[in-house]
């Protein structure tokens, strides 16, 4: 039995429960991080010692680190589909998963904590500014990339999507100026349209 802690409004959750969804897995999950505490415990930090979300248990093998996650799950349950054989689509797949998260991710996080996680009173016009100005270049980066393709590696959808479908969710979302990315739009309606997405990427953004 798939286990998986972490609150639905977390984007690395998200990426992990948009895969199990897709996959078509059986799995609980436990509320876990921000307000619901449990990753602060000693039973918690036993299974992941950063204290952070997600963490599964998949029969007893405990694993940390949602793009490993979902890595894992393709690889056992979707090879040859979510995640390509060919050694080459699997990179390009692991290449646009990791820019999520040492890129594009960074690069949003102080317009969304801004916007969405503080209050008025709290919030830094200068750094959401900033925040906005660089993910947008990296935006234009992904529509440069999803002009002449629909999906992110190869012909078809990959691991790569669970990875940035909750990222450009939450970019959508969030009320700041964005300039028209058509064909990031165009992904972007593709993955929403997705079952697994349309479960775990409607709820708002927080």
């Known amino acids: 039995m798939l286990t998986?802690?972490?609150?639905?409004?977390?984007?690395?959750?998200?990426?992990?429960l948009f895969?199990?969804?897709?996959?078509?897995?059986?799995?609980?999950?436990?509320?876990?991080?921000?307000?619901?505490?449990i990753n602060d415990t000693p039973e918690y930090l036993a299974m992941n010692p950063n204290g952070l979300v997600p963490v599964i248990s998949d029969s007893g093998f405990v694993l940390w680190e949602s793009n490993a996650i979902v890595r894992y799950l393709c690889a056992k349950h979707g090879a040859g589909t979510?995640?390509?054989?060919?050694?080459?689509?699997?990179?390009?797949?692991?290449?646009?998963?990791?820019?999520?998260?040492?890129?594009?991710?960074?690069?949003?996080?102080?317009a969304f904590h801004g916007l969405v996680r503080s209050?008025?009173?709290?919030?830094?016009?200068?750094?959401?500014?900033?925040?906005?100005?660089?993910?947008?270049?990296?935006?234009?980066?992904?529509?440069?990339?999803?002009?002449?393709?629909?999906?992110?590696?190869g012909d078809g959808f990959t691991m790569a999507e669970f990875a940035l479908g909750p990222a450009l969710h939450r970019w959508f979302n969030m009320p700041l100026e964005r300039p028209a990315t058509p064909k990031v739009r165009q992904w972007y309606a593709a993955v929403m349209d997705r079952a697994g997405a349309r479960k775990v990427l409607t709820v708002p953004i927080s």
């Open 4 to 16: 998986i802690w972490g609150r639905v409004n977390s984007i690395n959750v998200q990426k992990v």
């Open 119 to 153: 209050p008025n009173a709290a919030q830094d016009p200068a750094a959401i500014e900033a925040s906005r100005v660089k993910t947008l270049a990296l935006v234009d980066i992904l529509e440069g990339h999803l002009s002449e393709r629909r999906w992110l590696a």
């Open 82 to 110: 979510y995640c390509p054989l060919d050694l080459r689509l699997r990179a390009e797949a692991d290449r646009w998963m990791d820019w999520q998260t040492t890129a594009l991710g960074p690069a949003m996080s102080a």
């Open 19 to 37: 895969c199990a969804e897709e996959l078509g897995l059986a799995y609980k999950r436990i509320d876990a991080g921000r307000g619901f505490g």
